[in-house]
């Protein structure tokens, strides 16, 4: 029986991990980030793999620091045939991926060698992409650089958000691996370099970078609330009111306001101006302090203000 060591953090984790234990391979311990405080109240809470993992009464090892930590040893003198990663959010010292008798092999989340880096199914929307994937790759010291072994595409459909593609990823990942892996095991496979010059990063979000642009234009607005949805959510400022834009819709119209400006406000509808004359309909947000709502009833209440041709947004 092939032994592993598997590595992953999120919920997109937990299917890949949940496929290997359902096709017998022997996962001597799992490896994921610590428990976090979530949430306004803070509260701690375990990563979905770990939560996955106790479920299926695995080890665990959850390292604040991973390279020269005592799990990173333990990991070592298990000597696994396979080290499988999946959005663990470390980096592997040189000396774990050594430890292998067989292959260290990360499942990511896009087309490499576009979009290496901690975000890549956010960039893909955001930059309105029609596509994104998963690439099975070689695991080496430079962040996501590694051969590839296999990929496989998908498309990113126009109310797809980052959750619905990992959820849509996780699974892609999950088969690509199980049917890549005895490929691995036997030597039957061909790893690609990548091609360097072709290289695209996606850097987790920063959250100045959470700022939407309404000089951009309806479709890259509506993007950027899309790859940021549901976390950390994309915001802007409404009269000067920070005010997170859950939900919004393209629209087919134009107009000469300028952008940020109110085209059309009724008691169920708020279109707003954004670059190059498109406008885009907002459907739900949350003002500062206040629950997330639809568009029907921030209009009757805080949005009342509001004035056709009034520009809120600058």
Known sequence: MTTVVFMGTPQFAVPI???????????????????????????????????????????VFQPEKLSGSPEMQRVIDLHPDLIVTAAYGQFLPTKMLNAVKIASVNVHGSLLPKYRGGAPVQYAIMNGDQQTGISLIYMVKKMDAGDILAQRAIPIHSDDDTETMFDKLSIVGRDLLLSTLPKVISGDVSPVPQDEDKVVFSPNIKPEEEQLDFDQTAFMV????????????????????????????????????????????????????????????????QPAGKPKQQITDYLNGIGQSLKVGQQVIK
């Open 17 to 59: 991990l949940q496929g290997l234990l359902d096709q017998k391979y022997d996962i001597l311990c799992v490896v994921t980030q610590p428990d976090r405080p979530v949430g306004r109240k803070h509260q701690i809470s375990q990563s979905p793999v770990k939560q996955a993992a106790t479920a299926n009464h695995l080890p």
């Open 222 to 285: 509506n993007a950027k609330v899309r790859a940021l949805r549901p976390d950390p959510v994309a915001y802007t400022m409404i009269n000067g009111k920070r005010t997170k834009i859950w939900r919004a819709a393209v629209i087919d119209q134009t107009t000469d306001l300028t952008p940020g400006s109110v085209v059309e406000k009724t008691k169920h509808q708020l279109l707003l101006s954004a670059g190059e004359g498109t406008v885009l309909s907002i459907q739900e947000l």
